[in-house]
């Protein structure tokens, strides 16, 4: 390499402007911002998704369904967000401007910005995935045709049509590749400007997460609940408004792209509003999850392990009887520490398990019965079996 070669390389990535001076010595910023915030969205976030796992281990039954794929997926796309967000903090570090780093080492960066937003990118699709088929489920579980029903579906289809889009636009915006992050590369195009593909991300990103984060509460306050209950239930899902924070502050600083050459300086304060937006969708599912879970934790000390592990004490005698030693450690009660009370009375505390039956189906085997019409029952299932006499009378 020749020594004018050299010497650009070793000069600055851009010209500082007036009044400023290139100090590649203490360029500024910050490492230990990029740390903290790293480490601590990382824990909160691997945090969010185990309360939501595990509080579907206490469940019964203990079903795992797309959402809960869904978020693992995204916990997974997020530490490799994470990992390149380090790699960055390491060098140059976040908020520095781009006149104090070196044109040979503006590559490695713009290479690790570039995987990052793909990273962001597939991390925001499944994370959104993994909110709205849950909220289906809790909103809508007969699969009703109404408005939360076709909102869902079209933010469902949106959302991934328009994230897989981004992902392809940003892996391949340029001919060839290496142009996107290599700045001496000479010849190919970018038909594709990388700024205007972040506005347009941020906009619809924000578009969506508005739109989120007011869904559940519509449902919530038209329950006919009193608006104290309201208000608990509501504080469990408006979580999502730091992601509209955040997401409002990448947009604001996604603009700037526009009309600054500082990339080193925006892209980074870009990616701490990603980070806390991304955050913020696994906190939106999981969050709802820990007063389940906070139940089984602290209703009785081994209950959660043996509803984990799935251990149940068993009658001494050779046939099953339901009683009070079978059920769960928070199922049990004293007969003096309840009232006499009508058959009818119902008290908060009183939980039922339910066994959804399609159609169709009926609820026990009668002898003789069709097999194909049978469901299995839960263990602490509850048979009920209504009469009824019509008798038809005349009119005198």
């Given amino acids: 390499m020749s020594d004018s070669s050299s010497s650009i390389l070793d000069g600055p990535s851009v010209a500082a402007p007036a009044g400023q001076t290139s ?17 601590f969205c990382g824990v909160v976030a691997t945090l969010a998704t185990l309360s939501r796992l595990c509080s579907r281990l206490v469940m019964k039954p203990r079903v795992f369904g797309f959402e809960e794929g869904f978020l693992v997926c995204a916990l997974g796309l997020f530490a490799g967000f994470n990992c390149m967000c380090y790699k960055i903090a390491i ?40 909110i709205l088929v849950d909220w289906s489920h809790l909103f809508n579980p007969r699969k009703l045709r109404n408005s939360m029903f076709w909102t869902i579906r079209v933010l469902l289809v949106v959302n991934t049509v328009y994230y897989l889009a981004a992902f392809f636009l940003e892996t391949f915006r340029c001919t060839p590749r290496q142009k996107m992050w290599d700045p001496l590369y000479r010849g190919g195009h970018c038909p594709i ?28 306050w038209r329950l006919n609940l009193t608006k104290a209950k309201k208000a608990g239930v509501s504080v469990l899902f408006v979580i999502g408004i730091f992601a509209t924070v955040c997401g409002i502050a990448r ?18 304060a870009v990616g701490l509003w990603s ?24 209703s009785e000390p081994g209950s959660f392990l043996r509803r984990v592990l799935g251990r149940h004490t068993a009658n001494s005698g050779g046939g099953h009887h339901i009683g009070s030693s079978d059920l769960p450690p928070w199922r049990r009660t004293s007969p003096s520490s309840r009232a006499p009370r009508d058959p009818w009375d119902v008290y908060d505390n009183d939980h039922y398990d339910l066994l959804s039956v399609q ?22 299932a509850v048979l009920r079996e209504d009469q009824m006499d019509v008798i038809s009378q005349s009119k005198v």
């Fill in 91 to 130: 060098y140059p570090g976040f908020l520095v401007h781009q006149w104090n780093v070196r044109l040979r080492d503006i590559e490695n960066f713009s290479y690790r910005l570039h995987l990052a937003s793909n990273f962001y990118g597939l991390t925001l699709l499944f994370v959104k995935l993994a």
């Fill in 23 to 39: 100090d590649f010595d203490h360029p500024g910023g910050s490492h230990q911002l990029g740390y903290f915030a790293i480490i």
């Fill in 251 to 268: 947009m604001v600083y996604s603009v700037q792209t526009l009309s600054s050459s500082d990339y080193t300086y925006v892209y980074t």
């Fill in 359 to 380: 159609p169709g189906q009926a609820t026990h085997m009668e002898a003789g019965q069709d097999p194909s019409y049978s469901v299995e029952l839960p263990k602490y």
């Fill in 275 to 298: 980070l806390g937006e991304l955050t913020s969708g696994f906190l939106v599912i999981g969050v709802p999850a820990l007063p389940k879970l906070y139940r089984s934790l602290y």
């Fill in 193 to 220: 400007h990388a700024d205007v593909l972040n506005i347009v991300s941020s906009v619809l990103n924000l578009a969506s997460d508005v739109i989120i984060l007011a869904l559940p509460q519509w449902i919530i």
